[in-house]
């Protein structure tokens, strides 16, 4: 994106603001990357490649990894013009010393060898994090995830609960939740119970928030209210459950909404969801009434839904739009659903950008990403047209990035 | 929006087009603020108050009003960042002899005091429709208003018609139509008559359009098409109906489409509705086919529905697009959905704005807003490209803002 | 729209690409135009001046063609802010020596004369190809046409296939399918016959693509998951089939998703199709995942299912994103779902553009209007912020406009 000198001004006033990165999938065992392999085996370069021909056989366990790594290289001059391409260009520049235009196949060793080096460092994470101006991250962590061994306030655990509502089923689900609470799980009074030791152990170990992706077909419903069944536990018992100790532990629920599961079944590790359109927050209404208490910062996978975001977020008080999510994280949705939400919902409820990433290396291309469009859309829609002066457009930006994250997750 | 040269000058011109507007909630005995609180009470900003924390105390009718107004600027701070609030800023700069930056809780007595004085002058409601360039306006009727005791050719009556199709199953509509009319509904012979009579009544009193709201998953069809039932007047039968009396009493139909009611359940008043984006309006395929002769005037309340909006108006000779409703009523969508209006519906089927205001004051910051998007989407999408002179330009908005409506709703 | 010096140069180079379009409407034995009535006869110009008010009469077989010109013409003022004027505008200037500012109906008669006189030469339709850059243009054929008499290097056949889906039931598409392949067609065997006889003749004779239009709510599925049925061919059974063939005969197979038929039912010829938002590629994913030898060229209907095609096409190495079809023909949605495009889908999958023309003379200003967003998204989006220099995205250019087409359809 072009930055003019207003634009260039916000955006660097912008950076200063040190960052709560309210999301995202970092292992704080380690967090940060250890070679090349680990940055380009996100999923989004290997789906990227395999969408643009590359078979999977170099994504193989066995495949050695600076291989690997060559190969995927070899297909990124496919696709050279997204987004994701950019990130990576800007990791190399920013994190690897890369100089080039372009990164190439012909780069692969360069840059392998830049990694194995730079990534050694004893201090390569905290570099990283002094160097993206991250303060604390949000983890996103399994109800069976023992959130030892690491420092909570800088990686603020958060209780996933995808298994709990939509895998119960599963036996080996069952037993993971067996051995974490003591109890056999095979109804809806043993599952409360299972729960709510659940939210003791995550709250006391530092858990700041409760978070699911759901399915664009799932409607929350109180469980009175649900069809009578021939037996077992339903999806919206258990999710309904986890809403109820939200309230009771006084977390924020974040609700990823949208995602189909293994759409392409035959997709890369993680490259295999997609959604559907047809979807609506008024399946959320029941929800949002019953629990005024919750504060739900709702993610939507398309960025169509994102007026139903806004609208939401403007008349309910207890719903919080959060972030640019997965396939609505490119600059052209970002800066359409971006405009729509400073100009219609109130600024102490909304999330401005959560990282999603797994490795430490993404926070900067990714907020970057987010913080150049963040500066445009407050020269051209607030300090142009003299509805704010800067100072205020940063303070602005700050609310986005970090005071709201603050109050609403209390760290 | 920030305005170069040629986009201020396209406003200027637009500014001197003397406005008809087609939709409004004045009430026509008064219609015109008295205090602050006429200004702050509109939902816009008790909602967008109440969803950034207020509660709902101060709204209670027991409440003194300047108290009220206080509380509200203090919460306002909140959404200082939305469109809502740029109205507010607009309306205190203009009628109220504001001249800060910013409106902050500080400026409540002061915003009060000025009010009180000015709002009192007798020609208060001729500056305000003088300074905003106003000539008529139309109103919402319910279908037992008198009609009487106003000027129908500054106020343009309308019949609103939700109560007959949506709420007839409740005693006190039917008691209300029956003191109006004279007759007793109780099946759709009945209703037929009753609202007959309505019809020759509101067009006899200078009505110029019916009009209703309608909710997302509603299909007009005609009453020989419906299952069989077990009695009672269907909805669709009443729609119908009214649909028959339009082409009848030659009056054009305004559809705003989409808004489900009392989704908030708690909400403040007016603050309750939203919308479920899963409608289309295929939904309206045959009554569009059915009423040829009938203008229908659609306003969609999201924004994604739009280009529906668009190719429908650009197929059907009796659909015209109209105004940006309510949640799609914000820069961002307005200049979205006004782009591709503009370059692909027919200029003579567009209606191009419409205040949706309850006071009179709302009209010039809100046509304010619209002028600006259209000044700049005229400048880049038409003067600049040499697709028209400026002069054409302003004519087209012309066409949009006066002669459309004047055409349309023969007035 | 605009264009700076960067954008013009851009434009201009983009311009130098010669073009392959692939896909269009043109009868190979009468590809140019002989009067102005076969240009305004385009059902863009016939639909909108209906809307805008012109009745059929002017549309009979039996008026006379300059008449019908005059009174299309004479409708034009409603319409003359819409991309198809502008269309109309540029094929005036460029092909018929029109140098006013408008076309209005004073114009009629001597553009009539001189469209007669310059359509009448013997080398227009080649001057025509020549002056727009076009190399190689795709038809729409029937499953019975002869596909002789015409240089298929330079007009490409493509099996086009509604009929064989949609209207299998119809007695007269069944015996146009007994005359074409000598099988009478009463069944799923005698259909797979059928339509291997077809696929042997149109790769034979050329053909490049298979192709279909679906309505918004078809969703392919295997035969065997289909519910037992009466008897008959299920369309889902024929469609499968001819994704079967696709694969067999390594033809890519074009999906045009989302046109319900004959909605507008007194609407004009062509002028009567709309769409239903409430539509989802998912729908489509059992297909994707069963054939992935198949290359899916998908166009959609409406913008808003662009987010959809984008994550889709990023997805499925199967699945390519192509133009900007019909009701997102304009230059509104173009731009939008461009931009999302270039920003997350490899761009060795993406087709950008194809003219869906009638007429060669509709080649010139269609891909203008698109050669003009993408020199201006391409300075805006990737030039400028310095992600590729001009030589490279006019690569990039090549690669939407040329390459991808060349390689996907091996033409």
Request: proline residues 6%; aromatic residues 12%; contains cysteine.
């Amino acid at each position: 994106m072009f930055m003019d000198s207003l634009v260039r001004e916000l955006f660097t006033e912008i950076c200063q603001i040190p960052l709560i990165d309210p999301h995202s999938h970092i292992n704080p065992h380690r967090p940060a990357s250890r070679t090349l392999d680990d940055i380009l085996g996100y999923h989004y370069y290997t789906e990227l490649a395999h969408s643009a021909g590359m078979d999977q056989k170099p994504l193989a366990a066995d495949v050695e990894p600076r291989q690997r790594v060559r190969t995927i290289l070899a297909h990124m001059d496919h696709f050279d013009n997204t987004a994701q391409y950019a990130w990576f260009l800007d990791i190399a520049r920013t994190f690897l010393g890369f100089s080039g235009e372009r990164v190439t196949a012909a780069d692969a060793d360069t840059l392998w060898d830049a990694a194995e080096r730079l990534m050694a460092q004893p201090d390569w994470e905290d570099k990283v994090l002094h160097l993206s101006n991250i303060e604390k991250i949000f983890l996103t962590n399994d109800f069976d995830d023992p959130l030892e061994g690491f420092d909570t306030t800088r990686y603020v655990p958060c209780l996933r609960t995808d298994d709990l509502v939509f895998r119960l089923d599963k036996p080996e689900v069952r037993q993971r939740l067996a051995k974490a609470t003591g109890i056999e799980v095979d109804d809806a009074a043993n599952l409360r119970r299972a729960i709510g030791k659940l939210f003791e152990y995550f709250t006391r170990h530092g858990a700041k928030a409760c978070a699911i992706s759901l399915p664009p077909d799932f409607t929350p419903l109180p469980p009175f209210s649900l069809p009578p069944d021939r037996g077992g536990i339903k999806k919206e018992e258990a999710f309904w459950m986890l809403a109820e100790y939200c309230r009771d532990f006084r977390l924020p629920f974040d609700l990823m909404i949208g995602v189909n599961r293994r759409v392409y079944r035959n997709g890369v590790y993680q490259g295999q969801d997609l959604f559907d359109q047809r979807t609506s927050l008024l399946q959320y209404a029941e929800l949002f009434n019953a629990f005024p208490e919750v504060t739900f910062c709702i993610s939507v996978l398309s960025s169509g839904q994102n007026q139903e975001l806004v609208s939401h977020s403007w008349i309910f008080p207890n719903v919080v739009a959060s972030g640019h999510w997965w396939y609505s994280n490119i600059p052209a949705y970002i800066e359409t659903d971006l405009r729509a939400r400073l100009q219609a919902v109130p600024k102490t409820k909304q999330i401005g950008y959560y990282s999603d990433m797994y490795k430490l290396e993404f926070g900067l291309p990714k907020f970057n990403m987010y913080r150049r469009i963040l500066a445009r859309v407050l020269a051209d829609d607030f300090v142009r047209p003299g509805i704010l002066g800067e100072t205020r457009a940063v303070e602005l930006a700050r609310c986005l990035l970090r005071d709201n994250v603050k109050r609403i997750f209390q760290v």
